[in-house]
């Protein structure tokens, strides 16, 4: 079986860190409370340069922020889209982006799992979620072609996190009252160590530009 699959694809071969991260610029993660991060998010309409870039940024955002996926909300921008880098329980490796995700419902029967889950805009607090223990999710890519994703296990923890995002739901949202006033602490406790551990990850990831294709100029 394929160890890698890119946009659902399996791919032979793939570097460490997706080629988009090596034309981005950090951008900063957005935390529970801000606005952006709190309603529906706007469709992807036009398909271009700028959506490129922005994907480029929220790719090696993700990888500073050490994160297996990221909305665009979680870098202040209201748009219906998504970066992933993320391994299922298998090992398999998931790497891509979705414009304008909708996520399939569960057909009926399919049980919930819990298990542990984070979030880069909660930082350093963790709690046990139910999710599904498949996911599929469609959308386009970045150029407005079909894509079409599916997901086991921790992958599909991954998809169906990212598509509440860009609704307009964070984790915390299917938390109790009191599960979240944890998480809460949690963030309170964490948060300067976790912001501190980006910032030496920015430092480190700056050979990932570097090393990669020249700059668009932005």
Same mark, same amino acid.
């Given at each position: 079986m394929p160890r890698v699959f890119v946009r659902g694809v399996p791919a032979g071969h793939f570097p460490r860190h997706a080629p988009e991260a090596a034309r981005g610029m950090v951008r900063r993660v957005t935390e529970t409370g801000e606005e952006v991060l709190h309603r529906p998010c706007r469709d992807v309409t036009e398909f271009g340069p700028d959506l490129a870039a922005l994907i480029d940024d929220m790719f090696l955002t993700m990888y500073v922020a050490e994160g297996a996926g990221l909305a665009a909300n979680q870098v202040g921008v209201d748009l219906r889209l998504f970066v992933y880098d993320c391994p299922d329980d298998d090992g398999v490796r998931h790497v891509g982006h979705v414009v304008n995700p909708v996520l399939e419902e569960s057909r009926a029967g399919r049980g919930l799992v819990e298990d542990v889950e984070g979030c880069l805009s909660v930082p350093g607090a963790v709690m046990d979620v139910p999710r599904p223990e498949r996911a599929v999710v469609r959308g386009q890519d970045k150029d &407005?072609?079909?894509?079409?994703?599916? &997901?086991?296990?921790?992958? =599909?923890?991954?998809?169906?996190?990212?598509?509440?995002?860009?609704? &307009?739901?964070?984790?915390?949202?299917?938390?109790?009252? $009191?599960?979240?006033?944890?998480?809460? $602490?949690?963030? =309170?406790?964490?948060?300067?160590?976790?912001?501190?551990? $980006?910032?030496?990850?920015? =430092?480190?990831?700056? &050979?990932?530009? $570097?090393s990669g294709p020249p700059s668009s100029g932005r």
């Open positions: &407005g072609a079909p894509v079409l994703i599916e &997901g086991t296990g921790y992958f =599909a923890r991954c998809l169906v996190h990212e598509t509440d995002h860009t609704r &307009g739901l964070t984790y915390l949202d299917r938390l109790s009252r $009191r599960e979240r006033k944890d998480a809460l $602490r949690q963030a =309170a406790a964490r948060r300067d160590e976790v912001v501190a551990r $980006r910032a030496v990850r920015e =430092a480190e990831l700056g &050979g990932v530009r $570097r």
